[in-house]
């Protein structure tokens, strides 16, 4: 009996610090959201493919602005004509600038910036796939490491047992058999440790990748908070979410194409003119206006706007999808995290029940009214409850902020991130205008591109 109670009170011991896990004041949720944020490759791609876009804006605003160009020619004659020069030599500057063309060009600059207002969600959208990815990644750091340090206490558990097992068998109290079950349990209990730790040295590895560094001791996190109703929820994302906001601009942006490509039926003007000098320094001076458009092209021009009525009836089409499947995400993540609720109380009640069986189970051991497999089983079964308390309550947190995803508010403003957010407006505003390299604004934007390349 003495080895009994010895055995039963390390139990004991070895299952409460399996139920309550001690966690280093190191690193929280919002930590490893920042570290992601400032450092995510994935943002710092898109927000160049942003600055680009930024720059078919200045292209567009260019082709409305003159255009000035230079030329000189050498040329050598031989033989030497009578009276002429046997080299002779001209320069000549160009220029022209468009000063009717039916709207095209406005136009052009109007679809632009459409396409850069759905550019600028797209890099919202990724905000939100880069949090998330590190809030997954963290949660399942905290459960798989978690899981570890309760497959470890199991392994001590029962190798406490078994040896209890083979003390009271060499005394005569058990039988042979309840040495091989208790060995069987140890082996069991060592490969589910095993895969355990292989389960935490990936999630750890994913860690690494979605937030830019090894995780340290992770706090406990609480679910993120949600009041509205799933209707309430629908309609807040078919309004705000990044993807329906992106498919918005592009159903503009084609239409604006449409308009484009009808314009280009029509005549254009052109105002031109030039100024040379040759070797004798004589000087020309030439102005005029060009008019001039289409007549016939094959039909080219009316296969464009047929092609461009496509492109905005399958962006509307689009759009339809989008709205559909916004929902039906909503939709998900609020069922999700309403089965994460329940089930984390549940598993609360399990882990509390399965806690007093344990407790019971060996009390009646110690009076020898219970054998070592009842021992086993309860301690199995508290362990299993463990294991789905803190499973559950890692699932609850996901469901939280996947349902915030859904309705376009994981973004480091929304959460109030301590980091220093991505201003989409800034290059834009300094390129709008189609600055060139020798302005005050080109200047201010050689800085820029220097300090992001830094």
Do not use: C
Not at 56 to 78: F, G, H, R, Y
Not at 129 to 145: G, H, K
């Amino acid at each position: 009996m003495k080895i009994i109670r010895k055995s039963i009170s390390a139990i004991a011991v070895m299952v409460s610090l399996g139920a309550t896990t001690v966690t280093a004041s190191a690193e929280t949720l919002a930590d490893a959201l920042v570290y992601a944020y400032e450092h995510s490759g994935l943002l710092d791609q898109n927000r160049a493919l942003l600055r680009a876009a930024d720059e078919d804006v200045a292209q567009a605003v260019a082709a409305t602005l003159p255009i000035i160009n230079w030329s000189s020619t050498v040329t050598a004659t031989s033989p030497q004509a009578p009276g002429g020069d046997l080299i002779a030599a001209n320069a000549r500057i160009s220029g022209e600038l468009v000063i009717f063309d039916a709207g095209a060009n406005q136009l052009a600059i109007d679809s632009q910036k459409e396409l850069v207002l759905g550019t600028r969600q797209a890099l919202r959208n990724v905000e939100q796939q880069v949090l998330f990815r590190a809030i997954e990644a963290y949660m399942n750091v905290r459960r798989d490491s978690e899981f570890v340090a309760l497959r470890r206490n199991n392994v001590r558990l029962i190798t406490q047992e078994f040896r209890a097992a083979q003390d009271r068998f060499e005394v005569g109290e058990v039988t042979r058999t309840d040495v091989s079950l208790a060995e069987a349990r140890l082996a069991s209990a060592r490969s589910l440790l095993a895969s355990a730790e292989g389960a935490l040295a990936r999630s750890i590895e994913e860690f690494r990748v979605a937030v830019g560094r090894r995780p340290n001791a992770l706090r406990p996190v609480t679910p993120a908070p949600v009041s509205r109703s799933i209707a309430d929820a629908k309609a807040f994302a078919v309004r705000n979410h990044p993807n329906i906001l992106e498919v918005q601009h592009s159903v503009t942006a084609a239409e604006l194409n449409i308009r484009r490509a009808e314009a280009a039926m029509q005549p254009t003007a052109r105002l031109t003119g030039s100024i040379g000098i040759d070797q004798d320094t004589n000087v020309g001076r030439q102005i005029g206006i060009t008019v001039g458009g289409p007549i016939y092209q094959g039909g080219r021009l009316s296969s464009q706007v047929r092609q461009f009525m496509a492109r905005r009836d399958a962006a509307r089409a689009s759009l339809h999808i989008t709205r559909h499947n916004l929902e039906q995400q909503v939709g998900n993540a609020y069922a999700f995290l309403e089965v994460a609720r329940a089930s984390r109380q549940a598993s609360d009640q399990q882990a509390r029940a399965a806690t007093v069986a344990f407790r019971g189970v060996r009390e009646e051991a110690t009076l020898g009214a219970r054998t070592t497999l009842d021992v086993l089983n309860a301690e199995q079964e508290l362990l299993d409850a463990q294991a789905n308390q803190i499973s559950a309550q890692a699932d609850e947190v996901i469901a939280s902020y996947s349902l915030l995803s859904a309705m376009g508010l994981l973004t480091a403003q929304h959460l109030h991130l301590p980091v220093q957010q991505y201003d989409p407006t800034g290059y834009y505003n300094l390129v709008k205008d189609a600055p060139t390299i020798t302005s005050e604004q080109g200047a201010a934007l050689d800085r820029v591109l220097r300090a992001i390349g830094d």
